[in-house]
């Protein structure tokens, strides 16, 4: 592929990108204008020369047989059930978000054309995930000193949940706190990293406002991680940062505590949401026949969940119980391999890009462990990344 393509088609998908987080929702009701034309940016984003080389040379790679399998097997089903078009697409589209790796990532010969593609996509998730939660506080229009007293939602577009806000938060800051020299202008650098610190803070505002429990402490642990382990090399750098932190603390302390006390009242009421329950839900639906056990009850299927309030829905809230009930043990088995190549990358990333990886790593955890994120084209980016950077690269 000519480098002047390949430029167009990472322009494609950042046109994409930023559609995403300006004017669309992590899960939108209907499909508009917006999502068409996201679609259709993604469509001229896609690698069609890494597609035709996987298909004739890695026909046997975990990616590649969950992205067929997820097309027939689990389509076969719905059709089988006669579930409705709506619902069939509704399950479809996620699940092509969730294999977009396969679609857009680059067939790139040197590393450095991998790290420049990767590096250049995650500034532009970033910037996604930043407008997203500026669009959360427009939307709910509260002063951020309520932020520690009451919780706020964003009338169901959980913009604040998209895989893309925990990455775009750990992202900023650790760009903010990068320690080493920039390579413009002073001043113009303080102004970046002041750019970057003032969108980590917002979305941790956002994420106190609406009470991401386990996303809020992700983001610290991450921020906390990578101090520590610039603290190994830069001792004075990571003492200073603790007086700053201590600092940001004390004048923040009644937010912080409130917020706080607000996160652990939700978990003394809800705990885990039902997932347990659901997920045994899940399973009294499927084990009513053996072909729904072994093949899954098809996209567009629902059942009766206590985690959204004793309604019938088509979702579950982990990835493990969505994949049982749509695609039955042979997909669990099939999708297993696909994350078990994504953990595996993860795991390659953490020891080479430590600061990225730390930025990606919530979002992926969240997504294929406690949320249903993974239906979100952000955790298709996200794991794009992982891939791009973490996977073992045979072209």
Same mark, same amino acid.
């Given at each position: 592929?000519?480098?002047?393509?390949?430029?167009?088609?990472?322009?494609?998908?950042?046109?994409?990108?930023?559609?995403?987080?300006?004017?669309?929702?992590?899960?939108?009701?209907?499909?508009?204008?917006?999502?068409?034309?996201?679609?259709?940016? &993604? /469509?001229?984003?896609? +690698?069609?020369?890494?597609? !035709?080389?996987? $298909?004739?040379?890695? =026909?046997?790679? %975990?990616?590649?047989?969950?992205?067929?399998?997820?097309?027939?097997?689990?389509?076969?089903?719905?059709?089988?059930?006669?579930?409705?078009?709506?619902?069939?697409?509704?399950?479809?589209?996620?699940?092509?978000?969730?294999?977009?790796?396969?679609?857009?990532?680059?067939?790139?010969?040197?590393?450095?054309?991998?790290?420049?593609?990767?590096?250049?996509?995650?500034?532009?998730?970033?910037?996604?995930?930043?407008?997203?939660?500026?669009?959360?506080?427009?939307?709910?229009?509260?002063?951020?000193? &309520? /932020?520690?007293?009451? +919780?706020?939602?964003?009338? !169901?577009?959980? $913009?604040?949940?998209? =895989?893309?806000? %925990?990455?775009?938060?750990?992202?900023?800051?650790?760009?903010?706190?990068?320690?080493?020299?920039?390579?413009?202008?002073?001043?113009?650098?303080?102004?970046?990293?002041?750019?970057?610190?003032?969108?980590?803070?917002?979305?941790?505002?956002?994420?106190?406002?609406?009470?991401?429990?386990?996303?809020?402490?992700?983001?610290?642990?991450?921020?906390?991680?990578?101090?520590?382990?610039?603290?190994?090399?830069?001792?004075?750098?990571?003492?200073?940062?603790?007086?700053?932190?201590?600092?940001?603390?004390?004048?923040?302390?009644?937010?912080?505590?409130?917020?706080?006390?607000?996160?652990?009242?939700?978990?003394?009421?809800?705990?885990?949401?039902?997932?347990?329950?659901?997920?045994?839900?899940?399973?009294?639906?499927?084990?009513?026949?053996?072909?729904?056990?072994?093949?899954?009850?098809?996209?567009?299927?629902?059942?009766?969940?206590?985690?959204?309030?004793?309604?019938?829905?088509?979702?579950?809230?982990?990835?493990?119980?969505?994949?049982?009930?749509?695609?039955?043990?042979?997909?669990?088995?099939?999708?297993?391999?696909?994350?078990?190549?994504?953990?595996?990358?993860?795991?390659?990333?953490?020891?080479?890009?430590?600061?990225?990886?730390?930025?990606?790593?919530?979002?992926?955890?969240?997504?294929?462990?406690?949320?249903?994120?993974?239906?979100?084209?952000?955790?298709?980016?996200?794991?794009?990344?992982?891939?791009?950077?973490?996977?073992?690269?045979?072209?």
């Amino acid at each position: 592929m000519s480098d002047q393509l390949q430029t167009h088609k990472i322009r494609f998908l950042i046109l994409a990108i930023i559609f995403y987080g300006v004017l669309s929702s992590p899960t939108p009701d209907v499909l508009t204008w917006v999502e068409a034309l996201i679609a259709v940016l &993604l /469509i001229l984003s896609t +690698q069609m020369s890494r597609l !035709l080389y996987t $298909l004739h040379h890695q =026909p046997k790679e %975990p990616l590649f047989i969950a992205l067929v399998y997820g097309l027939s097997v689990p389509l076969f089903m719905a059709l089988y059930h006669a579930h409705t078009t709506n619902d069939i697409w509704r399950d479809v589209l996620p699940y092509i978000y969730f294999t977009l790796p396969f679609f857009i990532l680059p067939r790139c010969n040197t590393p450095d054309q991998r790290e420049y593609w990767a590096e250049t996509i995650c500034f532009w998730m970033a910037f996604a995930g930043v407008i997203m939660c500026l669009r959360f506080f427009l939307i709910v229009n509260m002063p951020l000193h &309520l /932020i520690g007293e009451q +919780q706020a939602g964003d009338n !169901l577009l959980y $913009l604040t949940s998209s =895989p893309l806000v %925990p990455f775009a938060c750990i992202y900023c800051f650790l760009k903010a706190l990068q320690i080493e020299r920039p390579q413009f202008f002073i001043t113009k650098g303080l102004i970046a990293r002041a750019i970057y610190a003032f969108g980590g803070i917002m979305i941790v505002a956002a994420l106190a406002a609406t009470l991401q429990r386990a996303t809020f402490a992700l983001v610290f642990l991450s921020v906390a991680a990578y101090v520590l382990h610039q603290a190994r090399y830069r001792p004075a750098y990571a003492y200073g940062l603790l007086f700053v932190t201590v600092i940001a603390l004390v004048l923040t302390h009644q937010v912080l505590l409130g917020t706080v006390s607000m996160m652990w009242s939700k978990t003394l009421k809800v705990f885990d949401n039902s997932r347990l329950y659901e997920l045994r839900s899940v399973w009294d639906h499927i084990a009513q026949s053996p072909l729904t056990v072994i093949w899954g009850n098809g996209w567009g299927a629902k059942f009766y969940s206590p985690a959204a309030g004793f309604v019938w829905v088509r979702y579950t809230h982990t990835l493990f119980s969505y994949v049982l009930f749509k695609a039955g043990l042979i997909g669990l088995f099939i999708i297993g391999r696909y994350i078990f190549m994504l953990c595996s990358a993860m795991w390659r990333l953490f020891w080479t890009k430590t600061h990225l990886a730390l930025a990606l790593f919530p979002s992926f955890f969240l997504g294929i462990t406690l949320y249903p994120t993974f239906k979100m084209l952000g955790f298709g980016l996200i794991v794009s990344v992982i891939l791009g950077l973490g996977g073992r690269h045979h072209d």
